[in-house]
Structures are given as structure tokens and as C-alpha cells.
């Protein structure tokens, strides 16, 4: 009886040791590069997707949208006319950078221009955008760009109210859809849905 007590305490002992290892490896002691090496995840792997939109933001007129999508590092702006449906490049984003370098002597890149927004005139032949505390303003034909440099103190209050703005646009009401090619509204769920970043990849 004794030897069958402490044959049954061995195992036991044995049976202990062995879940406390496996726990150990389940669950190793984080060091702080592990949690470096997380905060770094999406600049590793941001450069493996392709076609991710981002918030996309209407133009003036509200006949068209635009939202920028990621291709392999690079970000892309995409125009979309809101009645077809139709897509295409909003702008030549290589002339636009050169012209940028070439004016304020910076190294700015065509895939990943600093800026997520802009404004594009009604006829379509300027792009009006903010990097910092410049304002600029680009010829679309020729790609000549001048820049005005504002107070930081009252471009905040401007751009709160170009904001208030933007927000307007964004939300469109019921008064303002119109058909598609095939005759069916572009309704306020469907837009909805377009600023959540859902039925938007339909256009990608």
C-alpha cells in the first residue's frame, strides 16, 4: 500500500512539473523589444497590401468623391464619379511631386505625397491642398505650383471651419442623390456605408 502511495505521489510530482513547463512555454515572460517590435507592426507590414482604401471625402459640387488606397508601400488617390460609379486617378501624383520638390526644395515622393486631402476646383484645372502651415495651389494642366504660408494661430481656426465644412459635404441628405446609370438612387445608406469604409472597395 505504501509503495502504491508513493508511486501515485511521484507521478503527481512528475504530472506538476510538466504542466508548469508547458505553461512557461504557452506564455514566455515579454521582454521590452517584443513590445517595440509590436508598436512597429503595421510600418513591417503595411507594405504588403494592396487596394486598402482609406476615409474617403467628398469634392466640391458633390458629384464626386475620392479616397486614397494603399499599392505595395505607396498610397494612390482615386477619383470616383458618384452617378457612374466610373474611377480614375485623381491627378498625375509623379508631375504633382516633381513640381512640389522642385518649388520648396523638399524630397517628397509620388507614392506618399503629405497630404490625405484636398480640394479640387469646379472646372477640374486646380488642386488646392495644406501641408503644414503652406497652403498650395497647382495648375492640373501645366503643374505650376505657388504656395501662401499662413499664422499657425488663425489657420487652426480656418481649419476648423473648413472642417465644419467638409462634414457637411460628407453627410449629403436625401435632397441631394441622384440616379445612377441604371436608374437606382445613390442613397443615404449606400453613403453611409461608403464612409464606413464597406461598399466602398467596390470601386477599387
Known sequence: MSRIGALTRAAWRSATQTLAKGSKSLHPTLAPADFKRALTINDRYG?????????PFWLTGGEAFVYRRTNHGEQQF???????GFKRPAFDQARLAAALNKVSHESY???NLPFD????SEDGRRLDFQIEDTRWSCDLASYDCTSTTFDARKGDRESSATATRRQRRTTPTRATRRPTANGSPISRTATFSCAARTDCRMFL
Open 47 to 55: 507594405g504588403l497590401t494592396v487596394n486598402v482604401p482609406k476615409m
Open 78 to 84: 482615386m477619383q470616383v464619379d458618384a452617378a457612374t
Open 117 to 120: 486631402r484636398f480640394e479640387l
Open 109 to 111: 515622393q509620388a507614392g
